[in-house]
């Protein structure tokens, strides 16, 4: 074996750590890229929900004067109030 050889033996050995390959690891991204997905998940849901719930009571409002229980006053008036009270 000629004495390059023998060297680069030596180095791979010395950083082989049995399951990456020669080197220090995964490194950072093997935890960044999770945690950066699961994050724009929880964002994501957390904007729909709010989205959603901002839309219920005017949709109820909505049916109930579709069903003819309210008149056109009253469903003007309590959906100002609605959009007034909203987040």
């Known amino acids: 074996m000629n004495t390059l050889g023998a060297q680069t033996a030596l180095i791979l050995a010395d950083n ?4 990456y390959g020669p080197g220090w ?3 950072p991204w093997f935890f ?3 945690l950066t997905f699961w994050i724009a ?3 994501i849901v ?3 929900r709010r989205r959603w719930r901002g839309r219920h009571g005017e949709s109820t409002l909505r049916d109930v004067y579709a069903h003819g229980e309210i008149t056109e006053a009253e469903y003007r008036a309590r ?3 609605l959009r007034e009270t909203r987040r």
């Open 16 to 19: 082989w750590d049995g399951r």
């Open 25 to 27: 690891g995964p490194g």
């Open 32 to 34: 960044l890229i999770p």
């Open 41 to 43: 998940v929880i964002v």
């Open 46 to 48: 957390v904007l729909a």
């Open 79 to 81: 959906l100002a109030v």
